[in-house]
């Protein structure tokens, strides 16, 4: 008699956490398919129907919160994806906000969701391409002493890295964000342009190497070319009048929690 409810409890419990993952992972799933949804109609510039859609999506977001089976989704996640879901919804309902920015804060929510969900080939690695390739026209630039060129170029890059920045922060540690962070406040300091050629390259390649370090962790056979090809050719979505202070914002929360100890 023991034994038959010993069992009946086994299989009860194995029951349980099945129903508790296909929980999980169903709503992770319909999270990310809302992020697309909002980001396709952004796209086409369907800003009522987006904001209905992440009005569901909220209502979903805090459901999963509550909910005992998504325990995979940590406060650290919780509170940037609310930072992205706030970001997007501020934008769709500001009217001077541009179509590019709207489409741009899409790309950013859409890059986060995806990262959330997955660990191997999410959708930022797919910008690996156009973020490394402005470090040859920034060498190019300092050897040449072009100022002008340099901060156009230098421009270019924070937008790039500001648009994956909140998607790192769900696949990359706290430890490694800092050190780009660190290599990239020496440059933008007064003082970098008073120094001389060989070590302004010396701290190009400090940060070069750092980033290739984060993009390496990522497996490039899945990455959406369609979403790169929205992002890079939309005009005006690559240096916005917000650049770089949506880096500073995410990686001043992402040091709060660090001081706080949330999981990663």
Same mark, same amino acid.
């Given at each position: 008699?023991?034994?038959? &409810?010993?069992?009946?409890? &086994?299989?009860?419990?194995? +029951?349980?956490?099945?129903?508790?993952?296909?929980?999980?992972?169903? =709503? &992770?799933?319909?999270?990310?398919?809302?992020?697309?949804?909002? +980001?396709?109609?952004?796209?086409?510039?369907?800003?009522?129907?987006?904001?209905?859609?992440?009005?569901?999506?909220?209502?979903?977001?805090?459901?999963?919160?509550?909910?005992?089976?998504?325990?995979?989704?940590?406060?650290?996640?919780?509170?940037?994806?609310?930072?992205? +879901?706030?970001?997007?919804?501020?934008?769709?309902?500001?009217?001077?906000?541009?179509? =590019?920015?709207?489409?741009?804060?899409?790309?950013?929510?859409?890059?986060?969701?995806?990262?959330?969900?997955?660990?191997?080939?999410?959708?930022?690695?797919?910008?690996?391409?156009?973020?490394?390739?402005?470090?040859?026209?920034?060498?190019?630039?300092?050897?040449?002493?072009?100022?002008?060129?340099?901060?156009?170029?230098?421009?270019?890059?924070?937008?790039?890295?500001?648009?994956?920045?909140?998607? &790192?922060?769900?696949?990359?540690?706290?430890?490694?964000?800092?050190?780009?962070?660190?290599?990239?406040?020496?440059?933008?300091?007064?003082?970098?342009?008073?120094?001389?050629?060989?070590?302004?390259?010396?701290?190009? =390649?400090?940060?070069?190497?750092?980033?290739?370090?984060? +993009?390496?962790?990522?497996?490039?056979?899945?990455?959406?070319?369609?979403?790169?090809?929205?992002?890079?050719?939309?005009?005006?979505?690559?240096?916005?009048?917000?650049?770089?202070?949506?880096?500073?914002?995410?990686?001043?929360?992402?040091?709060?929690?660090?001081?706080?100890?949330?999981?990663?």
């Amino acid at each position: 008699m023991k034994r038959k &409810l010993t069992i009946c409890l &086994l299989l009860a419990l194995i +029951f349980y956490i099945g129903n508790a993952k296909a929980e999980e992972r169903g =709503s &992770l799933e319909e999270l990310n398919e809302l992020s697309d949804t909002v +980001f396709q109609m952004t796209r086409q510039s369907q800003y009522d129907e987006a904001l209905q859609v992440l009005g569901y999506f909220e209502k979903k977001l805090k459901a999963a919160e509550k909910s005992p089976a998504n325990q995979s989704l940590s406060g650290a996640q919780i509170r940037q994806i609310t930072l992205g +879901f706030n970001d997007m919804e501020r934008s769709l309902k500001q009217t001077d906000t541009s179509d =590019s920015e709207k489409l741009r804060a899409a790309a950013q929510f859409r890059m986060l969701m995806d990262a959330v969900k997955n660990q191997s080939d999410p959708l930022w690695g797919s910008l690996e391409k156009p973020i490394m390739e402005t470090f040859s026209a920034l060498k190019k630039e300092v050897q040449e002493n072009e100022k002008t060129n340099f901060h156009e170029k230098w421009n270019e890059f924070i937008s790039l890295y500001d648009l994956i920045y909140p998607s &790192l922060t769900m696949d990359i540690s706290i430890d490694q964000l800092d050190d780009v962070g660190k290599h990239i406040d020496v440059i933008e300091q007064e003082a970098f342009q008073h120094m001389t050629v060989s070590t302004k390259l010396e701290r190009l =390649s400090l940060l070069q190497k750092d980033l290739k370090s984060v +993009f390496d962790r990522v497996e490039k056979d899945d990455a959406d070319p369609s979403l790169l090809w929205v992002i890079l050719t939309t005009g005006g979505i690559i240096i916005t009048a917000l650049t770089y202070v949506g880096y500073r914002k995410y990686r001043a929360e992402k040091n709060k929690l660090k001081k706080r100890d949330y999981p990663k």
